[in-house]
Protein backbone atom coordinates (compact mmCIF):
# COMPACT_ATOMS: atom_id res chain seq x y z
CA UNK A 1 0.00 0.00 0.00
CA UNK A 2 2.84 2.14 0.67
CA UNK A 3 4.23 2.19 -3.07
CA UNK A 4 1.24 2.26 -4.21
CA UNK A 5 0.96 5.71 -2.13
CA UNK A 6 4.37 6.88 -3.57
CA UNK A 7 3.28 5.92 -7.31
CA UNK A 8 -0.05 7.96 -6.67
CA UNK A 9 1.64 11.10 -4.97
CA UNK A 10 4.55 10.84 -7.94
CA UNK A 11 1.74 10.49 -10.78
CA UNK A 12 0.05 13.53 -9.39
CA UNK A 13 2.69 15.56 -9.12
CA UNK A 14 3.55 15.15 -12.73
CA UNK A 15 0.25 16.57 -13.81
CA UNK A 16 1.17 20.15 -11.79
CA UNK A 17 3.09 22.67 -13.67
CA UNK A 18 4.33 24.68 -10.50
CA UNK A 19 6.68 26.30 -12.80
CA UNK A 20 4.89 28.22 -15.49
CA UNK A 21 1.61 28.77 -14.01
CA UNK A 22 -0.44 32.33 -13.85
CA UNK A 23 -3.03 31.63 -11.26
CA UNK A 24 -4.30 28.96 -9.13
CA UNK A 25 -6.74 28.35 -11.01
CA UNK A 26 -3.88 26.33 -13.35
CA UNK A 27 -3.51 23.72 -10.56
CA UNK A 28 -5.20 20.94 -10.37
CA UNK A 29 -6.78 19.50 -7.40
CA UNK A 30 -6.72 16.12 -6.71
CA UNK A 31 -9.90 14.10 -5.69
CA UNK A 32 -8.68 12.07 -3.06
CA UNK A 33 -8.87 13.36 0.62
CA UNK A 34 -5.40 11.70 1.48
CA UNK A 35 -3.58 13.07 -1.62
CA UNK A 36 -4.82 16.68 -0.52
CA UNK A 37 -3.10 16.94 3.09
CA UNK A 38 -0.09 18.91 3.03
CA UNK A 39 3.55 18.23 4.59
CA UNK A 40 2.33 15.53 6.87
CA UNK A 41 4.18 12.63 4.78
CA UNK A 42 5.39 10.31 7.72
CA UNK A 43 1.61 10.76 8.87
CA UNK A 44 0.05 9.57 5.48
CA UNK A 45 1.87 6.58 5.15
CA UNK A 46 1.30 5.70 8.50
CA UNK A 47 -2.40 5.74 7.78
CA UNK A 48 -2.18 4.05 4.46
CA UNK A 49 -0.76 1.14 7.02
CA UNK A 50 -2.89 1.75 9.50
CA UNK A 51 -5.81 1.40 6.47
CA UNK A 52 -4.73 -2.14 4.94
CA UNK A 53 -4.68 -3.55 8.37
CA UNK A 54 -7.39 -2.13 9.83
CA UNK A 55 -5.25 -0.62 13.16
CA UNK A 56 -6.23 2.39 15.68
CA UNK A 57 -4.90 5.52 14.86
CA UNK A 58 -3.84 8.11 17.63
CA UNK A 59 -2.85 11.36 16.18
CA UNK A 60 -1.46 14.15 18.24
CA UNK A 61 -0.59 17.55 17.15
CA UNK A 62 -1.47 21.60 17.26
CA UNK A 63 -4.84 22.58 16.11
CA UNK A 64 -5.29 23.08 12.47
CA UNK A 65 -2.82 21.00 10.79
CA UNK A 66 -4.59 18.13 9.25
CA UNK A 67 -5.67 15.63 11.74
CA UNK A 68 -9.64 15.35 10.91
CA UNK A 69 -7.99 15.19 7.00
CA UNK A 70 -6.06 12.33 7.40
CA UNK A 71 -9.22 10.64 9.60
CA UNK A 72 -11.52 11.29 6.71
CA UNK A 73 -8.08 10.48 4.35
CA UNK A 74 -8.44 6.87 6.08
CA UNK A 75 -12.41 6.40 5.69
CA UNK A 76 -11.43 6.77 1.77
CA UNK A 77 -9.12 3.77 1.96
CA UNK A 78 -11.09 1.11 3.56
CA UNK A 79 -13.11 -1.20 1.33
CA UNK A 80 -16.70 -0.03 1.07
CA UNK A 81 -17.88 -3.51 -0.26
CA UNK A 82 -17.99 -5.01 3.61
CA UNK A 83 -20.50 -1.99 4.30
CA UNK A 84 -23.96 -3.86 6.26
CA UNK A 85 -27.32 -2.42 6.92
CA UNK A 86 -28.23 -3.30 10.55
CA UNK A 87 -31.93 -4.11 11.52
CA UNK A 88 -33.88 -4.40 15.11
CA UNK A 89 -36.48 -6.71 15.31
CA UNK A 90 -39.21 -6.97 18.03
CA UNK A 91 -38.51 -9.83 20.58
CA UNK A 92 -41.85 -11.59 20.77
CA UNK A 93 -40.78 -13.13 24.31
CA UNK A 94 -38.99 -10.39 25.88
CA UNK A 95 -40.07 -7.52 24.53
CA UNK A 96 -37.30 -5.24 26.63
CA UNK A 97 -34.71 -7.39 24.77
CA UNK A 98 -34.67 -6.31 20.93
CA UNK A 99 -33.27 -8.74 18.22
CA UNK A 100 -30.18 -7.17 16.25
CA UNK A 101 -30.14 -8.84 11.89
CA UNK A 102 -27.02 -7.85 9.85
CA UNK A 103 -27.02 -7.97 6.12
CA UNK A 104 -25.47 -6.87 3.59
CA UNK A 105 -25.34 -2.46 2.63
CA UNK A 106 -28.90 -1.69 0.90
CA UNK A 107 -30.72 -5.45 1.47
CA UNK A 108 -32.01 -3.49 4.81
CA UNK A 109 -34.94 -0.79 3.00
CA UNK A 110 -35.92 -3.85 1.19
CA UNK A 111 -36.45 -5.92 3.92
CA UNK A 112 -38.25 -3.03 6.00
CA UNK A 113 -40.48 -2.46 3.16
CA UNK A 114 -41.27 -5.89 2.59
CA UNK A 115 -42.58 -5.91 6.37
CA UNK A 116 -44.82 -2.83 5.79
CA UNK A 117 -46.25 -4.55 2.81
CA UNK A 118 -47.16 -6.85 4.97
CA UNK A 119 -48.46 -5.10 7.86
CA UNK A 120 -50.14 -2.86 5.76
CA UNK A 121 -52.34 -5.78 3.84
CA UNK A 122 -53.37 -6.24 7.66
CA UNK A 123 -54.07 -3.27 9.10
CA UNK A 124 -56.75 -3.08 6.04
CA UNK A 125 -58.61 -6.23 6.65
CA UNK A 126 -58.54 -5.25 10.14
CA UNK A 127 -60.14 -2.59 9.42
CA UNK A 128 -62.35 -4.02 6.71
CA UNK A 129 -63.73 -6.35 9.70
CA UNK A 130 -64.09 -3.46 11.67
CA UNK A 131 -66.42 -1.59 9.15
CA UNK A 132 -68.55 -5.09 9.15
CA UNK A 133 -68.79 -5.12 13.04
CA UNK A 134 -69.93 -1.72 13.57
CA UNK A 135 -72.29 -1.37 10.01
CA UNK A 136 -74.04 -4.79 11.40
CA UNK A 137 -74.43 -3.33 15.21
CA UNK A 138 -76.06 0.26 13.71
CA UNK A 139 -78.33 -1.92 11.08
CA UNK A 140 -79.49 -4.47 14.14
CA UNK A 141 -80.12 -1.15 16.10
CA UNK A 142 -81.83 0.45 13.43
CA UNK A 143 -84.56 -2.71 12.80
CA UNK A 144 -84.93 -3.14 16.35
CA UNK A 145 -85.22 0.76 16.42
CA UNK A 146 -82.98 0.75 19.49
CA UNK A 147 -80.49 3.71 17.81
CA UNK A 148 -78.84 5.34 21.23
CA UNK A 149 -77.73 1.73 22.02
CA UNK A 150 -76.98 0.83 18.54
CA UNK A 151 -74.25 4.04 18.44
CA UNK A 152 -73.34 3.68 21.51
CA UNK A 153 -72.01 0.17 20.76
CA UNK A 154 -70.82 1.24 17.58
CA UNK A 155 -68.54 3.31 19.57
CA UNK A 156 -67.55 0.93 22.11
CA UNK A 157 -66.28 -1.11 19.38
CA UNK A 158 -64.41 1.44 17.88
CA UNK A 159 -62.59 2.30 20.54
CA UNK A 160 -61.60 -1.20 21.35
CA UNK A 161 -60.47 -1.79 17.50
CA UNK A 162 -58.19 1.30 17.67
CA UNK A 163 -56.67 0.37 20.88
CA UNK A 164 -55.91 -2.87 18.83
CA UNK A 165 -54.19 -0.88 16.45
CA UNK A 166 -50.98 -0.88 17.21
CA UNK A 167 -50.13 -4.37 17.48
CA UNK A 168 -50.49 -4.73 13.95
CA UNK A 169 -47.64 -2.67 13.10
CA UNK A 170 -45.37 -4.07 16.23
CA UNK A 171 -43.66 -6.75 13.80
CA UNK A 172 -42.40 -4.27 11.39
CA UNK A 173 -38.36 -4.00 11.96
CA UNK A 174 -36.71 -0.82 12.22
CA UNK A 175 -33.50 0.08 9.86
CA UNK A 176 -31.15 0.67 12.65
CA UNK A 177 -27.89 1.85 10.26
CA UNK A 178 -28.90 2.23 6.57
CA UNK A 179 -25.44 2.35 3.80
CA UNK A 180 -27.32 2.18 0.86
CA UNK A 181 -25.92 3.56 -2.30
CA UNK A 182 -22.55 4.22 0.13
CA UNK A 183 -19.06 4.42 -2.00
CA UNK A 184 -16.96 4.79 1.05
CA UNK A 185 -16.62 3.58 4.38
CA UNK A 186 -18.70 5.59 7.02
CA UNK A 187 -16.40 8.46 8.54
CA UNK A 188 -18.81 9.38 11.94
CA UNK A 189 -17.16 12.55 13.86
CA UNK A 190 -18.03 11.57 17.16
CA UNK A 191 -15.92 14.96 18.45
CA UNK A 192 -17.86 16.10 21.64
CA UNK A 193 -20.67 13.64 21.93
CA UNK A 194 -22.33 12.46 25.01
CA UNK A 195 -22.51 9.48 26.33
CA UNK A 196 -25.95 8.46 24.03
CA UNK A 197 -25.04 9.83 20.78
CA UNK A 198 -21.54 7.80 21.03
CA UNK A 199 -22.61 4.77 22.76
CA UNK A 200 -26.70 4.32 21.33
CA UNK A 201 -29.90 4.62 23.34
CA UNK A 202 -33.10 4.11 23.98
CA UNK A 203 -35.89 6.94 23.76
CA UNK A 204 -37.97 7.82 26.25
CA UNK A 205 -41.46 6.45 26.25
CA UNK A 206 -44.47 8.81 27.82
CA UNK A 207 -47.67 6.02 27.07
CA UNK A 208 -46.02 3.23 28.47
CA UNK A 209 -49.56 1.49 29.39
CA UNK A 210 -52.82 0.79 27.68
CA UNK A 211 -51.41 -0.49 25.13
CA UNK A 212 -50.46 2.86 23.73
CA UNK A 213 -46.84 2.45 24.35
CA UNK A 214 -43.95 2.64 21.48
CA UNK A 215 -42.69 -1.05 21.01
CA UNK A 216 -39.07 -1.06 22.79
CA UNK A 217 -37.71 -2.09 19.24
CA UNK A 218 -38.59 1.73 17.36
CA UNK A 219 -37.24 3.38 20.08
CA UNK A 220 -33.86 1.74 20.11
CA UNK A 221 -31.20 4.51 18.22
CA UNK A 222 -27.96 3.67 16.91
CA UNK A 223 -24.71 5.65 18.78
CA UNK A 224 -21.66 6.44 16.34
CA UNK A 225 -20.02 3.61 17.15
CA UNK A 226 -22.46 1.23 15.60
CA UNK A 227 -23.10 3.71 12.45
CA UNK A 228 -18.93 3.94 11.81
CA UNK A 229 -19.13 0.12 11.36
CA UNK A 230 -16.78 -1.58 9.01
CA UNK A 231 -15.87 2.42 9.00
CA UNK A 232 -13.82 5.15 10.76
CA UNK A 233 -14.74 6.89 14.07
CA UNK A 234 -12.82 10.14 14.92
CA UNK A 235 -12.63 11.63 18.09
CA UNK A 236 -10.94 14.71 18.70
CA UNK A 237 -9.57 15.81 22.03
CA UNK A 238 -10.44 12.01 23.17
CA UNK A 239 -9.24 13.18 26.77
CA UNK A 240 -11.92 15.02 27.22
CA UNK A 241 -14.65 12.16 27.15
CA UNK A 242 -15.38 11.08 30.50
CA UNK A 243 -13.57 8.16 31.89
CA UNK A 244 -16.63 5.91 32.00
CA UNK A 245 -17.79 7.01 28.08
CA UNK A 246 -14.00 6.16 27.41
CA UNK A 247 -13.89 2.73 29.18
CA UNK A 248 -17.03 1.83 27.10
CA UNK A 249 -15.63 2.90 23.89
CA UNK A 250 -12.58 0.35 24.51
CA UNK A 251 -14.91 -2.27 25.50
CA UNK A 252 -16.76 -1.87 22.26
CA UNK A 253 -13.08 -1.48 20.18
CA UNK A 254 -12.36 -4.65 21.48
CA UNK A 255 -15.51 -6.76 21.03
CA UNK A 256 -16.29 -5.17 17.67
CA UNK A 257 -19.99 -5.65 19.17
CA UNK A 258 -21.60 -3.37 21.34
CA UNK A 259 -25.63 -3.50 23.22
CA UNK A 260 -27.83 -0.51 23.25
CA UNK A 261 -29.54 0.46 26.16
CA UNK A 262 -30.84 3.93 27.81
CA UNK A 263 -28.23 6.19 28.83
CA UNK A 264 -30.38 7.84 30.94
CA UNK A 265 -31.43 5.95 34.85
CA UNK A 266 -34.14 7.49 35.15
CA UNK A 267 -35.67 6.65 31.60
CA UNK A 268 -38.36 3.97 30.59
CA UNK A 269 -35.55 3.36 28.03
CA UNK A 270 -33.02 1.34 30.83
CA UNK A 271 -35.18 -1.37 31.11
CA UNK A 272 -34.81 -1.88 27.26
CA UNK A 273 -31.49 -3.68 26.31
CA UNK A 274 -30.87 -4.60 22.56
CA UNK A 275 -28.90 -7.59 21.20
CA UNK A 276 -25.42 -6.93 20.63
CA UNK A 277 -25.05 -4.37 17.39
CA UNK A 278 -22.21 -4.84 15.25
CA UNK A 279 -19.29 -1.80 15.99
CA UNK A 280 -16.06 -3.18 13.86
CA UNK A 281 -14.71 0.38 13.68
CA UNK A 282 -11.46 1.90 13.18
CA UNK A 283 -10.84 4.91 15.62
CA UNK A 284 -8.63 7.56 14.87
CA UNK A 285 -8.14 9.56 18.22
CA UNK A 286 -6.17 13.27 18.11
CA UNK A 287 -5.38 15.68 20.46
CA UNK A 288 -2.59 18.07 21.70
CA UNK A 289 0.17 16.75 23.92
CA UNK A 290 -2.01 17.65 27.08
CA UNK A 291 -4.82 15.75 26.37
CA UNK A 292 -2.89 12.20 27.17
CA UNK A 293 -3.46 13.52 30.48
CA UNK A 294 -7.10 12.91 30.35
CA UNK A 295 -6.99 9.90 28.72
CA UNK A 296 -7.97 6.41 29.83
CA UNK A 297 -4.72 4.20 30.33
CA UNK A 298 -6.27 0.75 28.73
CA UNK A 299 -8.03 2.92 25.82
CA UNK A 300 -4.11 4.30 25.09
CA UNK A 301 -2.47 1.10 25.54
CA UNK A 302 -4.95 -0.57 22.86
CA UNK A 303 -3.96 2.38 20.68
CA UNK A 304 -0.67 1.78 21.24
CA UNK A 305 -0.35 -2.30 21.17
CA UNK A 306 -3.26 -2.86 17.94
CA UNK A 307 -2.50 0.42 16.15
CA UNK A 308 0.00 3.62 16.05
CA UNK A 309 0.61 6.57 17.68
CA UNK A 310 1.50 9.42 15.05
CA UNK A 311 3.02 12.96 16.16
CA UNK A 312 2.23 15.58 13.58
CA UNK A 313 4.77 18.18 12.30
CA UNK A 314 3.54 21.63 12.83
CA UNK A 315 6.17 23.22 10.11
CA UNK A 316 7.88 21.68 7.35
CA UNK A 317 11.33 22.59 5.66
CA UNK A 318 11.22 26.00 3.24
CA UNK A 319 12.43 23.90 -0.06
CA UNK A 320 10.93 24.09 -3.86
CA UNK A 321 8.95 21.26 -3.47
CA UNK A 322 7.33 22.09 -0.20
CA UNK A 323 6.65 25.62 -1.41
CA UNK A 324 5.03 23.83 -4.77
CA UNK A 325 2.67 21.88 -1.79
CA UNK A 326 1.31 25.58 -0.17
CA UNK A 327 0.90 26.10 -4.33
CA UNK A 328 -1.64 23.32 -4.31
CA UNK A 329 -2.97 24.12 -0.97
CA UNK A 330 -4.04 27.59 -1.95
CA UNK A 331 -5.51 25.85 -5.04
CA UNK A 332 -7.58 23.65 -2.87
CA UNK A 333 -9.05 25.91 -0.56
CA UNK A 334 -10.05 27.68 -3.57
CA UNK A 335 -12.16 24.66 -4.93
CA UNK A 336 -12.88 23.79 -1.58
CA UNK A 337 -15.13 27.28 -0.79
CA UNK A 338 -16.43 27.35 -4.13
CA UNK A 339 -17.10 31.35 -3.42
CA UNK A 340 -13.73 33.26 -4.28
CA UNK A 341 -11.58 34.08 -7.08
CA UNK A 342 -7.92 32.43 -7.87
CA UNK A 343 -4.68 34.22 -6.85
CA UNK A 344 -2.45 35.51 -9.14
CA UNK A 345 0.93 34.00 -8.68
CA UNK A 346 2.44 37.39 -6.99
CA UNK A 347 -0.49 36.12 -4.60
CA UNK A 348 0.52 32.59 -4.14
CA UNK A 349 3.99 33.76 -3.52
CA UNK A 350 2.60 36.69 -0.45
CA UNK A 351 0.79 33.66 0.76
CA UNK A 352 4.14 31.10 0.89
CA UNK A 353 5.99 34.51 2.47
CA UNK A 354 2.96 34.38 5.37
CA UNK A 355 3.77 31.10 5.71
CA UNK A 356 7.60 31.71 6.24
CA UNK A 357 6.42 33.99 9.04
CA UNK A 358 4.44 32.26 10.68
CA UNK A 359 6.49 29.13 10.82
CA UNK A 360 8.54 31.46 13.31
CA UNK A 361 11.19 29.51 13.10
CA UNK A 362 14.27 30.12 10.07
CA UNK A 363 13.89 28.18 6.79
CA UNK A 364 10.78 26.74 7.73
CA UNK A 365 7.12 26.89 6.46
CA UNK A 366 3.88 26.46 8.75
CA UNK A 367 1.55 23.45 9.03
CA UNK A 368 -1.07 24.99 10.30
CA UNK A 369 -3.01 25.20 7.22
CA UNK A 370 -6.81 26.18 8.90
CA UNK A 371 -5.16 29.29 10.40
CA UNK A 372 -3.52 30.38 6.42
CA UNK A 373 -6.99 29.15 4.73
CA UNK A 374 -8.65 31.43 6.65
CA UNK A 375 -6.03 34.46 5.14
CA UNK A 376 -6.68 32.80 2.05
CA UNK A 377 -10.46 33.30 2.45
CA UNK A 378 -10.30 36.66 3.96
CA UNK A 379 -8.29 38.13 0.46
CA UNK A 380 -10.57 35.95 -1.61
CA UNK A 381 -13.60 38.07 0.08
CA UNK A 382 -12.08 40.81 -0.09
CA UNK A 383 -10.96 40.13 -4.36
CA UNK A 384 -14.82 39.08 -4.29
CA UNK A 385 -15.91 42.57 -3.09
CA UNK A 386 -14.00 44.77 -5.35
CA UNK A 387 -15.59 42.41 -8.66
CA UNK A 388 -11.81 41.45 -8.98
CA UNK A 389 -11.09 38.76 -11.54
CA UNK A 390 -7.98 37.17 -9.50
CA UNK A 391 -6.93 37.87 -6.00
CA UNK A 392 -3.89 39.85 -6.03
CA UNK A 393 -0.82 40.73 -3.53
CA UNK A 394 -2.57 43.80 -2.72
CA UNK A 395 -5.72 41.66 -1.82
CA UNK A 396 -3.67 39.48 0.48
CA UNK A 397 -1.89 42.17 2.22
CA UNK A 398 -5.24 44.37 2.67
CA UNK A 399 -6.50 40.22 4.44
CA UNK A 400 -3.72 40.35 6.89
CA UNK A 401 -5.60 43.47 8.82
CA UNK A 402 -8.91 42.01 8.27
CA UNK A 403 -8.34 38.70 9.41
CA UNK A 404 -5.93 39.41 12.57
CA UNK A 405 -6.42 37.03 15.00
CA UNK A 406 -8.39 38.16 18.64
CA UNK A 407 -4.63 38.06 20.25
CA UNK A 408 -3.09 40.64 17.87
CA UNK A 409 -6.37 42.99 17.99
CA UNK A 410 -5.98 43.08 21.70
CA UNK A 411 -2.10 43.86 21.18
CA UNK A 412 -2.86 46.48 19.39
CA UNK A 413 -5.65 48.21 21.31
CA UNK A 414 -3.07 47.81 24.51
CA UNK A 415 -0.50 49.96 22.93
CA UNK A 416 -3.02 52.34 21.87
CA UNK A 417 -4.43 52.38 25.53
CA UNK A 418 -0.47 52.82 27.01
CA UNK A 419 0.53 55.17 24.98
CA UNK A 420 -2.74 57.32 25.78
CA UNK A 421 -1.68 56.66 29.76
CA UNK A 422 1.74 56.35 29.20
CA UNK A 423 2.52 53.25 30.54
CA UNK A 424 5.31 53.23 28.64
CA UNK A 425 7.24 55.89 26.42
CA UNK A 426 8.85 55.46 23.32
CA UNK A 427 11.62 58.15 23.66
CA UNK A 428 14.17 60.14 26.37
CA UNK A 429 16.03 57.77 28.84
CA UNK A 430 15.23 57.06 32.81
CA UNK A 431 16.90 54.98 35.43
CA UNK A 432 15.07 51.32 36.33
CA UNK A 433 12.80 51.36 33.22
CA UNK A 434 12.70 49.07 30.47
CA UNK A 435 10.55 48.06 27.45
CA UNK A 436 10.41 44.30 27.01
CA UNK A 437 8.49 42.28 24.79
CA UNK A 438 6.11 39.50 24.94
CA UNK A 439 3.94 36.87 23.00
CA UNK A 440 0.16 36.71 23.46
CA UNK A 441 -1.84 34.01 21.89
CA UNK A 442 0.04 32.24 19.00
CA UNK A 443 2.55 34.80 17.27
CA UNK A 444 1.23 38.28 18.42
CA UNK A 445 3.63 40.85 19.80
CA UNK A 446 2.93 42.88 22.57
CA UNK A 447 5.23 45.75 24.27
CA UNK A 448 5.85 44.20 28.18
CA UNK A 449 7.08 47.55 30.07
CA UNK A 450 8.71 46.43 33.42
CA UNK A 451 10.46 48.81 35.93
CA UNK A 452 13.13 47.99 38.64
CA UNK A 453 13.75 49.93 41.81
CA UNK A 454 17.13 49.24 43.91
CA UNK A 455 16.36 49.44 48.39
CA UNK A 456 18.16 49.12 51.26
CA UNK A 457 17.11 45.29 52.34
CA UNK A 458 15.26 44.78 54.88
CA UNK A 459 16.54 41.49 56.08
CA UNK A 460 19.53 40.95 57.98
CA UNK A 461 20.62 38.32 56.15
CA UNK A 462 20.69 39.40 52.56
CA UNK A 463 18.50 41.43 50.32
CA UNK A 464 15.79 39.91 47.90
CA UNK A 465 14.38 39.97 44.58
CA UNK A 466 11.01 40.66 44.49
CA UNK A 467 8.88 40.58 41.13
CA UNK A 468 5.29 41.61 40.87
CA UNK A 469 3.11 41.07 37.87
CA UNK A 470 1.45 37.20 38.26
CA UNK A 471 4.07 35.60 36.89
CA UNK A 472 4.69 32.06 36.02
CA UNK A 473 7.00 29.48 37.26
CA UNK A 474 9.72 29.87 34.77
CA UNK A 475 9.35 33.14 34.83
CA UNK A 476 10.09 33.45 38.24
CA UNK A 477 13.20 31.31 37.70
CA UNK A 478 14.18 33.92 35.13
CA UNK A 479 13.95 36.59 38.18
CA UNK A 480 16.01 34.69 40.19
CA UNK A 481 18.80 33.77 38.09
CA UNK A 482 19.29 37.47 36.81
CA UNK A 483 20.81 38.04 40.45
CA UNK A 484 23.61 35.72 40.06
CA UNK A 485 24.23 37.08 36.63
CA UNK A 486 24.83 40.75 38.35
CA UNK A 487 26.59 39.19 40.64
CA UNK A 488 28.79 38.09 38.26
CA UNK A 489 29.26 40.61 35.24
CA UNK A 490 28.70 43.57 37.25
CA UNK A 491 30.50 42.84 40.79
CA UNK A 492 27.99 44.31 42.38
CA UNK A 493 27.16 43.43 45.80
CA UNK A 494 23.39 43.03 46.06
CA UNK A 495 23.06 41.46 49.42
CA UNK A 496 22.41 44.93 50.37
CA UNK A 497 19.65 45.89 48.64
CA UNK A 498 16.18 44.54 48.21
CA UNK A 499 15.52 44.60 44.31
CA UNK A 500 11.95 45.30 43.48
CA UNK A 501 10.98 44.31 39.92
CA UNK A 502 7.63 45.33 38.41
CA UNK A 503 5.50 44.05 34.79
CA UNK A 504 3.04 46.95 34.41
CA UNK A 505 -0.02 46.08 33.80
CA UNK A 506 0.78 42.73 33.50
CA UNK A 507 -3.06 41.55 34.26
CA UNK A 508 -3.10 38.54 32.30
CA UNK A 509 0.13 37.04 33.91
CA UNK A 510 3.51 36.44 32.63
CA UNK A 511 4.85 33.36 31.67
CA UNK A 512 8.78 32.06 29.95
CA UNK A 513 12.10 33.38 29.94
CA UNK A 514 12.42 35.63 27.02
CA UNK A 515 12.31 38.43 29.48
CA UNK A 516 15.22 37.79 31.35
CA UNK A 517 17.59 40.23 29.33
CA UNK A 518 14.97 43.32 30.22
CA UNK A 519 14.80 42.25 33.78
CA UNK A 520 18.54 42.36 33.65
CA UNK A 521 18.79 45.79 32.31
CA UNK A 522 16.31 47.25 34.04
CA UNK A 523 17.65 45.75 38.01
CA UNK A 524 21.80 46.85 36.58
CA UNK A 525 20.09 50.28 35.62
CA UNK A 526 18.69 51.11 38.87
CA UNK A 527 21.36 49.64 40.80
CA UNK A 528 24.32 51.54 39.15
CA UNK A 529 21.61 54.63 38.34
CA UNK A 530 22.86 54.71 34.86
CA UNK A 531 19.24 55.39 32.54
CA UNK A 532 17.75 52.90 30.10
CA UNK A 533 16.93 54.51 26.12
CA UNK A 534 13.29 54.44 26.31
CA UNK A 535 13.10 54.25 22.47
CA UNK A 536 15.05 50.47 22.52
CA UNK A 537 12.66 47.20 23.41
CA UNK A 538 14.35 44.11 24.28
CA UNK A 539 14.06 40.53 24.30
CA UNK A 540 15.80 37.21 25.11
CA UNK A 541 16.64 34.98 27.46
CA UNK A 542 19.76 34.76 29.52
CA UNK A 543 22.38 32.20 30.90
CA UNK A 544 23.60 32.75 34.14
CA UNK A 545 26.66 33.40 32.49
CA UNK A 546 25.48 36.30 30.75
CA UNK A 547 24.84 34.53 27.23
CA UNK A 548 22.07 35.96 25.60
CA UNK A 549 20.04 32.73 23.96
CA UNK A 550 17.37 32.34 21.33
CA UNK A 551 13.65 32.66 22.63
CA UNK A 552 10.43 32.34 20.21
CA UNK A 553 8.62 34.91 18.38
CA UNK A 554 10.78 37.44 17.31
CA UNK A 555 9.03 38.43 14.47
CA UNK A 556 5.73 39.26 16.13
CA UNK A 557 7.82 41.07 18.86
CA UNK A 558 9.80 43.52 16.90
CA UNK A 559 6.64 44.04 14.59
CA UNK A 560 4.77 45.04 17.92
CA UNK A 561 7.88 47.58 19.04
CA UNK A 562 7.50 49.35 15.56
CA UNK A 563 3.94 49.80 15.86
CA UNK A 564 4.40 51.28 19.43
CA UNK A 565 6.89 53.47 17.84
CA UNK A 566 10.55 51.75 18.89
CA UNK A 567 13.27 53.39 17.18
CA UNK A 568 15.59 49.98 17.56
CA UNK A 569 15.20 46.30 18.81
CA UNK A 570 17.56 44.11 20.18
CA UNK A 571 17.46 39.99 20.02
CA UNK A 572 19.42 37.05 20.45
CA UNK A 573 21.93 36.77 17.62
CA UNK A 574 20.57 33.33 17.35
CA UNK A 575 17.26 34.33 16.06
CA UNK A 576 18.72 36.85 13.57
CA UNK A 577 17.56 34.21 10.54
CA UNK A 578 14.18 33.91 12.30
CA UNK A 579 13.59 37.60 11.46
CA UNK A 580 10.81 37.61 8.97
CA UNK A 581 9.05 41.15 9.58
CA UNK A 582 6.63 42.62 6.62
CA UNK A 583 7.86 45.71 4.39
CA UNK A 584 5.80 48.09 6.17
CA UNK A 585 8.26 47.67 9.34
CA UNK A 586 11.34 47.43 7.77
CA UNK A 587 12.26 51.12 7.44
CA UNK A 588 10.90 51.86 10.86
CA UNK A 589 12.78 49.85 13.03
CA UNK A 590 16.18 48.97 13.36
CA UNK A 591 16.76 45.18 14.15
CA UNK A 592 20.34 44.87 16.49
CA UNK A 593 21.50 41.60 17.29
CA UNK A 594 23.28 40.50 20.91
CA UNK A 595 25.17 37.92 22.00
CA UNK A 596 26.13 38.87 25.65
CA UNK A 597 24.69 40.99 28.41
CA UNK A 598 27.91 43.50 27.69
CA UNK A 599 26.41 43.91 23.91
CA UNK A 600 22.72 44.34 25.49
CA UNK A 601 24.20 47.40 28.06
CA UNK A 602 25.66 48.58 25.07
CA UNK A 603 22.73 49.14 23.08
CA UNK A 604 20.24 50.10 25.85
CA UNK A 605 22.08 52.04 28.61
CA UNK A 606 22.74 56.21 27.70
CA UNK A 607 24.05 58.64 29.46
CA UNK A 608 26.92 59.41 32.14
CA UNK A 609 28.16 56.02 33.80
CA UNK A 610 27.73 53.99 30.70
CA UNK A 611 31.00 53.65 29.89
CA UNK A 612 32.71 52.94 33.01
CA UNK A 613 29.94 50.01 33.70
CA UNK A 614 30.85 48.32 30.50
CA UNK A 615 34.27 48.55 30.91
CA UNK A 616 33.70 47.27 34.19
CA UNK A 617 32.18 44.40 33.35
CA UNK A 618 34.09 43.60 30.18
CA UNK A 619 37.43 43.22 32.83
CA UNK A 620 35.50 41.03 35.31
CA UNK A 621 33.70 38.54 32.97
CA UNK A 622 37.73 38.37 31.24
CA UNK A 623 38.92 37.02 34.72
CA UNK A 624 38.42 33.74 35.29
CA UNK A 625 36.56 33.24 38.58
CA UNK A 626 38.43 31.87 41.67
CA UNK A 627 37.71 30.35 45.12
CA UNK A 628 34.23 29.38 44.05
CA UNK A 629 34.86 25.82 44.64
CA UNK A 630 36.01 24.57 48.28
CA UNK A 631 38.72 22.29 48.10
CA UNK A 632 37.31 18.91 48.22
CA UNK A 633 37.43 16.84 51.28
CA UNK A 634 38.18 13.32 51.40
CA UNK A 635 35.88 10.82 51.94
CA UNK A 636 34.24 9.99 55.14
CA UNK A 637 33.95 6.05 55.38
CA UNK A 638 31.61 4.68 58.20
Known amino acids: MANSNSNSNSS ?27 GQEEAVETVF ?53 AMPAGEGKKVVMNYKIKAKGQEEKKNMFMMVI ?5 IVGFILQKYLEAIIAAGIVLLVMMQMKPRSTVMVPKLLVNNESKNTAPFIDATGSHAGALLGDVRHDPYQSGGLGTPAHERVEAGMIHRSNKGVLYVDEIGTLKMKTQQELLTAMQEKKYSITGQSETSSGAMVRSQEV ?3 FVLVASGNLQVLEGMHIALRSRIRGYGYEVFMKDSMQDTPENRDKLVQFIAQEVKKDGRIPHFSREAVAEIIR ?26 GDIAKGEGADSVTIAHVISAKKLARTLEQQIADRYIVQRKKYSVFKSEGSEVGRVNGLAIIGDRSGILLPIAAESAPAQSKDEGKIIATGKLGEIAKEAVQ ?32 DSASVSIATAVVSALENVPVDQSVALTGSLSVRGDVMPVGGVTGKIEAAAEAGMKKVLIPAANMDDVMIEERYKNKI ?3 PVENMSDVLEHALIGNGKEGLIEKMKKITDIVPKGILQKPHKPVTH
Open 590 to 592: EVI
Open 354 to 379: EAQRRAGKKDSLTLKLRDLGGLVRAA
Open 134 to 138: IGFII
Open 49 to 101: KAAKQRRNVLLIGEPGIGKSMLAKGMAELLPPEELQDILVYPNMEDNHNPLIG
Open 481 to 512: NVSALIKKNTGTDISNHDIHIQFLQAYDGVEG
Open 12 to 38: FKEKLDFRSYKSSGDIDVPDRIIDQII
Open 278 to 280: PCD
